[in-house]
């Protein structure tokens, strides 16, 4: 019996040892010409500890002589199996690249996405071109799915593609997954462009209501404080409480000075940390921000932190912080009052270190 022959029939075994030692010595000796056997048990293997061994395996082999056969698990019913051909093509690299792009243009928008799934794995130079082909593709999703992995890359040659796709779809999904992607590459030239495109001469009368987190963000990178203004006086507070936050993040020290000195910003953030609608952790940074503003009254901090002190722990955090920022001569009476009805030690211990901070 051939060497060969033999492998083959120990990777037929009934025994889960006899099978996993087989695989185990395929690769230990990279014998290639089991790589079309190795997939092809891939397909059958039930045993879970053989079966990651055999992708093991294929993933240090050379698979490009079994290309067919493994793009054929892209096809598979079996999500696990069609995340074993990601990998084990990805394994490959450049190798794979070539092939994975002649196969692109001819299969359905499903094994598509498996290709560019496979494509952003890879991560090189020449699959990022490949990956670009899918901004002219017929299937919206195959379309948002190479945008989205450009972005991820950071890659600054397809700006001029996305720009062009902003400016001509009008499929929303495609324009916000454009938008992300922007944001992500992070060129600035990039987003004032988008900006015009979204909101030209900054009109925001028109902007439809799924692109507003997306130009939010962009307006606070770019620090545009006048249409953040324009912007966030026209929304729902509550229903965008998150983005305006998000928002607010982006900006640098200068244009955060500048955008809190608003009267109508600051109200806004009082709204936010005061409405029960709102997730707690929105409304605990719109605390932490109210606490940076500089002329907000101190009668108004002493009510909101006081409100809060009934709230859960996080907000009761931010209530002892706006109490002490307030000066006010309240707030020792009103900690103290708190230290006698809590048992919490982390808010105890809060309170007793603002307390001497008030001395």
Do not use: W
Not at 58 to 66: F, H, I, T, V, Y
Request: net charge negative; aromatic share 6%.
């Amino acid at each position: 019996m051939s060497l060969l022959k033999e492998f083959i029939e120990k990777l037929e075994s009934e025994e889960e040892d006899v099978r996993l030692i087989t695989v185990e010595d395929i690769v230990d000796n990279n014998m290639v010409e089991m790589v079309p056997y190795l997939i092809r048990r891939l397909t059958k293997e039930d045993s879970i500890i053989v079966k990651e061994t055999i992708v093991y395996a294929l993933k240090n082999l050379d698979c490009s002589g079994a290309y067919n056969q493994l793009f054929y698990l892209f096809k598979s019913p079996d999500a696990y199996l069609r995340n074993c051909a990601i990998g084990i093509f990805a394994s490959s690299g450049d190798r794979a690249v070539d092939f994975l792009g002649s196969r692109f243009d001819g299969e359905d928008k499903e094994v598509k996405k498996l290709i560019l799934d496979t494509l952003f794995e890879i991560g090189s130079k020449n699959a990022t071109l490949i990956i670009r082909r899918g901004l002219r593709d017929d299937a919206i999703n195959v379309r948002i799915t190479a945008v989205e992995y450009l972005g991820r890359i950071k890659d600054l040659d397809s700006i001029p593609d996305l720009l062009a796709i902003l400016e001509s779809s009008e499929h929303p999904m495609l324009i916000v997954s454009v938008i992300e992607a922007l944001l992500e590459i992070d060129d600035r030239k990039a987003l004032e462009k988008a900006l015009n495109i979204l909101i030209p001469d900054e009109d925001i009368s028109n902007l439809e209501p799924i692109y507003i987190p997306g130009v939010l963000k962009i307006l606070g990178r770019l620090g545009r404080i006048n249409s953040i203004l324009k912007l966030i006086e026209g929304i729902d507070i509550e229903t965008y409480a998150e983005e305006i936050i998000s928002m607010i993040e982006e900006l640098d020290e200068k244009s955060l000075a500048e955008l809190f000195a608003y009267p109508k910003v600051q109200s806004i953030m009082i709204e936010m940390v005061k409405n029960k609608n709102i997730d707690s952790p929105i409304r605990y940074k719109a605390g932490e921000y109210i606490s940076k503003m500089s002329n907000i009254p101190s009668e108004t901090l002493l009510d909101i932190g006081t409100s809060l002190l009934i709230e859960e722990d996080s907000l009761k955090v931010v209530g002892i912080n706006l109490i002490s920022t307030s000066k006010s001569r309240e707030a020792k009476k009103i900690l103290l009052e708190l230290l006698e009805y809590t048992d919490d030690e982390t808010i105890r211990r809060l309170c007793l270190d603002t307390l001497n901070s008030l001395e």
